[in-house]
């Protein structure tokens, strides 16, 4: 499998999902763990979690550590950082570089409503002001 770069992880598939998801409620976490956790849910067998557990390492958003005997999975980056970058690829990718246009057909769609975009203002000048 060829390597990614580092920075921007591939897509995650439904089980790889409900694996980040819970590691990253959760902290660091074994397969076993992950397993027991996830049981009511999604059922797995040991050897599906940790091969799910090794492919999320691969595309780079688990790292691991062993204790004993047992790998000890946690995430690279937090939920918002990947996030963050599937919109920039989004934003790159249908509105040619502009958050202004991302924003705007957000606002069109009603997939935010006036005073979410509002709030989202607010917080981003009092950011700014904090950053001068």
């Given at each position: 499998?060829?390597d990614?770069?580092k ?15 819970h590691i990253?409620?959760?902290g660091?976490a074994?397969a076993?763990h992950?397993r027991?956790?996830?049981r009511?849910r999604?059922?797995m ?5 940790r091969?799910?557990?090794?492919r ?6 688990l790292r ?6 047992t790998y000890?999975?946690?995430a ?18 249908f ?16 997939v935010?409503?006036?005073a979410?975009?509002q ?5 981003i000048?009092?950011?700014m002001?904090s950053r001068?």
């Amino acid at each position: 499998m060829p390597d990614r770069p580092k920075n921007r992880p591939s897509s995650l598939g439904r089980l790889e999902q409900l694996l980040m998801d819970h590691i990253w409620s959760r902290g660091p976490a074994t397969a076993e763990h992950c397993r027991e956790a996830l049981r009511q849910r999604h059922p797995m067998k040991d050897s599906t979690v940790r091969t799910v557990l090794r492919r999320l390492e691969e595309k780079g958003f688990l790292r691991h550590e062993v204790q004993g005997r047992t790998y000890l999975y946690r995430a690279v980056q937090e939920r918002r950082n990947i996030a963050a970058r599937a919109v920039r690829h989004i934003i790159d990718r249908f509105c040619g570089g502009s958050a202004e246009q991302l924003l705007v057909g957000m606002v069109e769609d009603e997939v935010i409503d006036r005073a979410e975009l509002q709030r989202l203002a607010k917080k981003i000048t009092e950011k700014m002001k904090s950053r001068s």
